[in-house]
């Protein structure tokens, strides 16, 4: 019966799509979605395309493992397609003294080529479904997440979720992966944006991801960094972010840093430390910025040469190296017992303690189960979690965070399963041990 829903939900998904693109775009035809970028160089162009299809297929309600399997076939034909009409002159983009030739590609064009390759994808497979079906249930449940700019002017976070890793990025070597990331950018979004485009990309390239997880995860770190140090040239871009990503590889859970914005675990109802976050008043950091003939100076907080309250970013290229692109990584092994990750920017963490996370993620579960009106083995999955982070991001703006304020809530257990071993303790703590 399983597999009799799962053809009705990718045939129903692709029926609907393709009546909403009949034709191929045309070479004038507006595109559904504005593409991150004006122009796009050859590294950069599998992690745009791919954004822009998850965009535009979630947006029409896809399932998540079949929005990963269409963009990574459609990126596969793009890649395959002669793109050198889309190449912009190299005498008119180059800048003097760069130091290797970067290609250039018109992104408008390009992307619509990589939509109506989206749409051949969507025709071939609802004439002859692929198997097996790119659907189905994740062993990473549910991902909770929300965002607010609050007071600041502008928001400048970017989060992503990517439960179907392996099928978005081609990899086929038998090991689940799941990814999550939280980027606060300052001075600007660009840094931001392009870390949560690239990043997983060039994650998935490393040789080293199954073998030297840490290894392949700061290489990414920095290969992004360099990367955007060649957009931001380009373009004159000013802007930095930090981040935090989590990779979670078969038994392990990876967490790479930089910066502020954090990752935890809660195992047990317990909090478990992931990671220590780079701040500019952290004894170590202080002195490598020092050992670099640099320094820490506290300007309403402590900033990197008066300058910057961050002391490790992507981007920041005016105040690099004192301002590291190297990321820290942990690796944790997964027993089986989890309930959750909680990945925020400091936004939250500023006005949240990690050993207060706990006890709110219950609270809210346990609102949630009683707006409901039903015991909580009767309460939709989907429901029951997916507020959580809604909740903890209103409890940090209450305590008093006026910055960005991004959550992300990662279960690794149902929800309903919490619920029921909270009711579980509580009825022991009122009543006491069975007396016998």
């Known amino acids: ?43 950069e162009l599998r992690g745009e395309s791919l954004d822009l299809g998850l965009r535009l297929l979630n947006t029409r309600g896809a399932p998540s493992p079949l929005n990963a399997a269409m963009c990574h076939a459609a990126l596969a034909k793009l890649l395959k397609a002669d793109l050198s009409p889309f190449h912009l002159p190299q005498e008119a983009e180059q800048q003097q003294g760069e130091e290797q030739e970067v290609v250039l590609l018109l992104s408008e064009p390009v992307q619509r080529l990589f939509l109506n390759k989206l749409r051949e994808v969507g025709v071939a497979w609802h004439q002859n479904l692929p198997s097996p079906l790119p659907v189905g249930p994740s062993r990473f449940l549910m991902c909770s997440a929300d965002a607010i700019r609050n007071t600041r002017r502008k928001m400048e976070d970017r989060h992503v979720s990517l439960p179907d890793f392996n099928t978005l990025t081609g990899l086929k070597d038998g090991v689940e992966r799941g990814y999550y990331a939280v980027f606060d950018g300052h001075g600007g979004v660009d840094a931001a944006i392009y870390a949560a485009t690239h990043l997983h990309v060039t994650l998935s390239q490393q040789e080293e991801l199954q073998s030297d997880p840490a290894t392949a995860f700061k290489t990414a770190f920095t290969r992004t960094d360099d990367m955007f140090r060649g957009k931001a040239k380009r373009e004159r871009l000013r802007s930095g972010s930090t981040g935090v990503a989590v990779l979670l590889q078969g038994e392990w859970l990876h967490v790479a840093w930089l910066g502020d914005s954090q990752s935890m675990l809660v195992r047990r109802g317990q909090d478990v430390t992931l990671m220590d976050p780079h701040k500019p008043e952290r004894e170590d950091e202080k002195q490598r910025v020092e050992d670099l003939g640099g320094c820490i100076v506290f300007k309403g907080c402590w900033r990197v040469n008066g300058t910057y309250a961050v002391s490790r970013a992507i981007g920041d290229f005016d105040q690099k190296p004192y301002v590291s692109g190297d990321a820290d990584c942990s690796s944790t092994r997964l027993l089986g017992d989890e309930d959750y990750i909680l990945l925020a920017c400091d936004g939250f963490f500023d006005v949240v303690r990690p050993e207060e996370v706990p006890a709110l993620v219950l609270g809210a579960l346990r609102e949630q189960g009683e707006s409901q009106g039903a015991g909580c083995e009767e309460v939709s999955e989907g429901v029951l979690g997916e507020r959580v982070a809604q909740e903890l991001v209103a409890h940090a703006k209450a305590a008093g965070s006026s910055d960005n304020i991004t959550v992300m809530v990662v279960f690794l257990c149902p929800p309903a399963q919490l619920l029921l071993q909270d009711q579980s303790n509580t009825a022991v703590a009122t009543e006491g041990p069975a007396q016998e």
Request: negative net charge; glycine residues 10%; without cysteine.
């Open 1 to 43: 019966m399983g597999g009799v829903m799962e053809e009705e939900v990718v045939r129903g998904f692709l029926t609907r799509f393709l009546e909403e693109f009949p034709a191929p775009l045309g070479s004038e035809d507006p595109l559904p979605l504005n593409p991150l970028s004006r122009k796009v160089s050859l590294d």
